[in-house]
């Protein structure tokens, strides 16, 4: 099965699928592309929260090629609590278009979690 790591930590990993999931791993969203609640979506979106200026840092996953350089001012997309929202859209944005170089055509899709 093809898939995409959206957020890993030391514990788990978060995949999507444009089809169908390994029956072995925990479903956190199943469904439409567009019908992804914001909680899921902070689930699985990474994100980094600076606590001392309260800027918020979510991934561009369109400029990611293999693993994620934190320290690579980059491939985040800034923002703060205020515009929380827009910018966890434009992160979600940037992972529909990678997934779309995968399956132009897709609609449903699977996030699981899984133990590593």
Do not use: C
């Not at 689930?43 to 994620?68: A, M, W």
């Amino acid at each position: 099965m093809d898939y995409i790591i959206t957020k890993q930590t030391l514990k788990n990993q978060w995949r999507i699928y444009l089809d169908e999931a390994n029956e072995n791993e925990t479903v956190v969203y199943k469904g439409h592309k567009l019908g992804v609640e914001p909680k899921h979506l902070m689930e699985f979106l990474d994100y980094r929260l600076e606590k001392s200026t309260g800027k918020l840092f979510f991934l561009n996953y369109q400029k990611i090629k293999e693993s994620v350089n934190t320290k690579d001012l980059d491939i985040w997309i800034l923002g703060n609590s205020a515009n929380m929202d827009q910018i966890m859209d434009q992160s979600w944005n940037t992972l529909q278009n990678k997934l779309k170089e995968k399956d132009k055509n897709f609609r449903k899709i699977v996030v699981t979690r899984v133990n590593i």
